[in-house]
């Protein structure tokens, strides 16, 4: 399937420096690979009920509405912070302005 010239190029394609037994571990591990892409390229799904894509996938996302007034709980949120600076709240300073 795979001898070993399309093995070293590949491994030069991809800058990789093998050793010699890394190279015969590399060479069964990819002849193994393409032998099961193979068997699976074999395999007649024209009759099966196998879909690909949105068919099986429902979307679960809530839709895009706001259920809550923009500010209504702006004061009940902002009272439970520790500290506050106007309508905003207060934070110690997570950068170094050095």
Excluded at 67 to 95: C, H, I, M, W, Y
Aim: net charge negative; proline share 3%; aromatic share 2%.
């Amino acid at each position: 399937m795979i001898d070993r010239s399309d093995l070293e190029n590949l491994a030069q394609l991809a800058r990789l420096e093998l050793k010699e037994e890394e190279k015969d571990k590399l060479q069964k591990d990819l002849e193994s690979i393409l032998g099961y892409v193979s068997e699976l390229d074999q395999v007649n799904i024209t009759d099966s009920n196998i879909s690909v894509g949105h068919a099986l996938v429902t979307n679960v996302v809530r839709s895009d509405t706001n259920p809550n007034e923009t500010g209504a709980d702006q004061e009940v949120l902002l009272a439970e912070a520790p500290a506050r600076s106007g309508d905003f709240v207060k934070v110690k300073p997570v950068l170094n302005n050095k």
